[in-house]
């Protein structure tokens, strides 16, 4: 949910809504284009076609800028993910592809712009706290578009079992923006691969049957008696 109303004064007059607007698009553009390190008001700016005071007397710093930038670039993802998976077809196997393709395609189509946003949120709360509610935002979409097939989740707790799917998926997509890999040289593919890789992945995990609920039950007899000792 955007969290923009508070960032910055919504204006009223159609003129500052269309000035604010190029503010915020050039903003984007530069920050995919050149990085948060060559990121600058200046820089925006003339991307925008305003003065650099237009800028300031709307924002207070950079800081202040690159928090609207990121409340309004992870509000598109959570809308372009509420619409994939609201269209979806009512099975778990739809409802994985939706989700996985549709965070693929957001993460691939502006890399760069990802990996700035999250490199600035190591050293601002707000930014952090931002990213913190998408991923809860986002977990919800998905766990309730699961659901509506639970019966194709094999785990005896669909809940947990779909929590770790999740963290599957984020984990690995999110760390690509954020390192420029996927985790080191242990996969090197293409963003379409991984695609498929954590399809596969996640829906094995979540239907798998009796062997796998065997092996967690042997893994925590196991975990518990390693405590005990």
């Keep these: 949910m955007s969290s923009t109303t508070g960032l910055v004064k919504t204006p009223q007059q159609v003129r500052s809504k269309r000035s604010l607007a190029l503010v915020l ?12 390190h060559d990121f600058t008001m200046t820089g925006v700016a003339t991307e ?3 003065s650099i005071g237009g800028i300031y007397r709307r924002f207070e710093s950079k800081d202040a800028l690159l928090r609207v930038v990121k409340d309004r ?11 994939r998976l609201g269209a979806a077809q009512p099975s778990l196997v739809a409802v994985v592809r939706e989700f996985v393709t549709c965070l693929v395609e957001e993460f691939s189509a502006a890399e760069r712009l990802f990996q700035s946003l999250m490199a600035a949120s190591g050293t601002d709360e707000e930014m952090h706290a931002r990213g913190v509610a998408w991923l809860d935002t986002v977990f919800e979409a998905f766990r309730t578009a699961a659901m509506r097939d ?3 989740i094999r785990h005896e707790d669909p809940d947990v079992a779909l929590r770790m ?14 390192s420029g890999t996927y ?7 293409t963003w379409e691969q991984a695609s498929v890789e954590l399809q596969t992945a996640a829906l094995a995990y979540l239907t798998a049957g009796g062997t796998a609920k065997a092996s967690r039950k042997a893994a925590s007899k196991k975990t518990a008696a390693t405590r005990r000792s």
């Design 73 to 83: 670039e992870f509000t598109r993802v959570e809308e372009a993910l509420a619409a």
């Design 165 to 178: 799917a999740f963290q599957l998926i984020s984990g690995v997509l999110l760390r690509r923006p954020v």
């Design 48 to 50: 925008a076609g305003v």
């Design 183 to 189: 985790g080191g040289e242990v996969f090197t593919g």
């Design 25 to 36: 698009e050039a903003a984007r553009v530069v920050l995919d284009r050149d990085g948060i």
């Design 150 to 152: 639970a019966a194709a």
